[in-house]
């Protein structure tokens, strides 16, 4: 969701503004102009003209880190735990098959919450697997890299406190065994989850600045709704560089239409995309 505060920013700077935050976030607003006018007002308030339009032109010459700080302006972070549960379904049977499968070993397990806004997403998966890999009572491991565009959001997510209508869909057990009561309103991740978690800031466009290779399961839900088809795809091909022969990726079920990967195959799901890569090139 975005924000609703209407600036005054001239034709041409907005449309200035406007590739340059395609061109370094993926982002596109060419069809939503009043959602860039409101995040650029606050953001460059302040600013003489003459500023305003020297923090442009350094934008439009180079990568520019500061940018995340217009995009912390634009977005506002409205998301909860567990808030597809259909993708948690899937995420609970691949942790199961996983588990099945390496009996006589060690079973190490690397998520990724791509997009991860304010973390809620990345903790419901680190709980989702916890409750699996207890039951089991099995010599095992995960951890789950958040990481987000904005740095207002990762600081969020890092500061694990939450205000209790974001614990509305979560179930209650998970509530009660890793979310500890601040006051009646305020929640913050029990320390034990919290430590298989952490968070970076990162940009979906730069294939480098990706947390680390090899992972098993990557969720990418509701992050690529404002970016092209082209560009959408872009970054798809990237996450499945990253996920393991026979990890899972979960995309949100109206992105990347269209979408095809030769190392992928396509997985059942409702109200979510999954795909499994393949665990041999020639299958």
Same mark, same amino acid.
């Given at each position: 969701?975005?924000m609703q505060i209407m600036p005054d920013v001239d034709k041409n700077?907005?449309?200035?503004?406007?590739?340059?935050?395609?061109?370094?976030?993926?982002?596109? %607003?060419?069809?939503?102009?009043?959602?860039?006018?409101?995040?650029?007002?606050?953001?460059?308030?302040?600013?003489?003209?003459?500023?305003?339009?020297?923090? %442009?032109?350094?934008?439009?010459?180079?990568?520019?880190?500061?940018?995340?700080?217009?995009?912390?302006?634009?977005?506002?972070?409205?998301?909860?735990?567990?808030?597809?549960?259909?993708?948690?379904?899937?995420?609970?049977?691949?942790?199961?098959?996983?588990?099945?499968?390496?009996?006589?070993?060690?079973?190490?397990?690397d998520m990724w919450s791509a997009g991860c806004s304010t973390g809620?997403?990345?903790?419901?998966?680190?709980?989702?697997?916890?409750?699996?890999?207890?039951?089991?009572?099995?010599?095992?491991?995960?951890?789950?890299?958040?990481?987000?565009?904005?740095?207002?959001?990762?600081?969020?997510?890092?500061?694990?406190?939450?205000?209790?209508?974001?614990?509305?869909?979560?179930?209650?057990?998970?509530?009660?065994?890793?979310?500890?009561?601040?006051?009646? %309103?305020?929640?913050?991740?029990?320390?034990?989850?919290?430590?298989?978690?952490?968070?970076?800031?990162?940009?979906? %466009?730069?294939?480098?600045?990706?947390?680390?290779?090899?992972?098993?399961?990557?969720?990418?839900?509701?992050?690529?709704?404002?970016?092209?088809?082209?560009?959408?795809?872009?970054?798809?091909?990237?996450?499945?560089?990253?996920?393991?022969?026979?990890?899972?990726?979960?995309?949100g079920a109206s992105e990347g239409r269209g979408w095809q990967h030769?190392?992928?195959?396509?997985?059942?799901?409702?109200?979510?995309?999954?795909?499994?890569?393949?665990?041999?090139?020639?299958?």
């Amino acid at each position: 969701m975005w924000m609703q505060i209407m600036p005054d920013v001239d034709k041409n700077q907005l449309g200035r503004w406007q590739a340059v935050l395609e061109a370094q976030t993926g982002i596109n %607003l060419n069809q939503h102009e009043h959602i860039l006018r409101k995040g650029l007002n606050p953001w460059l308030q302040g600013m003489s003209d003459d500023e305003a339009e020297l923090t %442009l032109a350094r934008s439009e010459s180079q990568p520019w880190q500061g940018l995340g700080g217009l995009v912390d302006h634009l977005a506002v972070k409205e998301t909860r735990f567990y808030r597809n549960p259909a993708a948690y379904r899937i995420l609970a049977q691949y942790v199961q098959r996983r588990l099945q499968d390496s009996q006589q070993a060690r079973l190490l397990l690397d998520m990724w919450s791509a997009g991860c806004s304010t973390g809620e997403e990345a903790y419901t998966m680190a709980m989702t697997a916890s409750e699996l890999i207890q039951s089991a009572e099995q010599r095992a491991y995960f951890g789950v890299i958040g990481s987000d565009i904005s740095s207002a959001a990762v600081k969020s997510a890092r500061q694990g406190s939450y205000h209790v209508r974001r614990l509305q869909s979560l179930p209650d057990t998970l509530r009660q065994r890793y979310l500890v009561s601040d006051d009646n %309103l305020n929640y913050r991740i029990e320390s034990q989850l919290a430590s298989r978690v952490c968070f970076v800031q990162s940009n979906l %466009l730069d294939a480098r600045a990706t947390p680390k290779s090899a992972m098993d399961v990557i969720f990418c839900q509701n992050v690529l709704v404002y970016f092209r088809g082209w560009r959408q795809k872009q970054v798809l091909n990237n996450l499945v560089q990253r996920l393991k022969p026979g990890g899972i990726l979960l995309i949100g079920a109206s992105e990347g239409r269209g979408w095809q990967h030769p190392d992928l195959i396509r997985m059942p799901g409702d109200d979510v995309q999954v795909f499994e890569r393949r665990r041999d090139g020639n299958q």
